[in-house]
């Protein structure tokens, strides 16, 4: 009788790590958060002009200071933007901008011209629900000026929010995955 008591409590042990293991509220696995190292917004003029804001930090935070190059623009003329996201911190370059197209609807980039930059920017394409997303734009520029244009990609925003569609990121909630501030002329 002893020796079927103990199989019946090693069968028990067994049976209750088996179940334990398998539990449905273990948290899920979440993929790790993605690395942008270098950020391009590539303006096209009407008159076929190219200006490209960009930023690189190859070693992330807290070692070197980013690259940033800003930009001079037209007065009062509107630009085609594009903007190209990039981990070049690994061989081949990880094109991240490809991650943003397919998870469009967990992503909308967030243009905010500075209160002396006389500079407006609208969406140019949508997710399948019809929210922006921001990677086509169109900025179009005012009478000259200068000041700064931040650019802020959100993951997962709630796009359905007050304004958050017409690119006011005050309610938008979400995480910032990059965020930089371009120093812009317009004559």
């Known amino acids: ?9 090693i069968i028990s042990l067994f ?6 293991a398998c539990n449905d509220n273990d948290p899920p696995t979440t993929s790790p958060e993605e690395v942008i190292t270098t950020l391009n917004y590539t303006l096209v003029s009407t008159t076929g002009s190219v200006v490209t804001l960009s930023f690189q930090d190859l070693d992330g935070d807290g070692g070197n200071d980013p690259i940033i190059t800003g930009g001079t623009l037209m007065a009062n003329t ?8 990039l981990n070049e911190s690994v061989s081949p370059t990880d094109v991240i901008t490809e ?11 967030f243009f905010v011209p500075g209160s002396s930059l ?6 140019l394409d949508t997710d399948d ?3 922006p997303v921001g990677l086509s734009s169109s900025l179009t520029t005012g009478d000259a000026s200068s000041g700064k244009l931040t650019i802020i990609l959100r993951h997962q925003p709630d796009k359905s929010a ?6 006011d990121i005050t309610n938008a909630g979400g995480e910032t995955d990059i965020e930089v501030a371009f120093d812009i002329i317009i004559q």
């Open 162 to 167: 007050a304004n958050v569609s017409d690119g």
């Open 15 to 20: 049976a209750f790590a088996f179940l334990t």
């Open 118 to 123: 006389n500079a407006t920017v609208t969406y």
């Open 129 to 131: 629900d019809g929210n």
């Open 1 to 9: 009788m002893k020796f079927s008591n103990k199989i019946f409590l």
């Open 78 to 85: 509107t630009y085609v933007g594009t903007a190209e996201f």
């Open 99 to 109: 991650e943003i197209e397919e998870e469009d609807d967990e992503h909308q980039l």
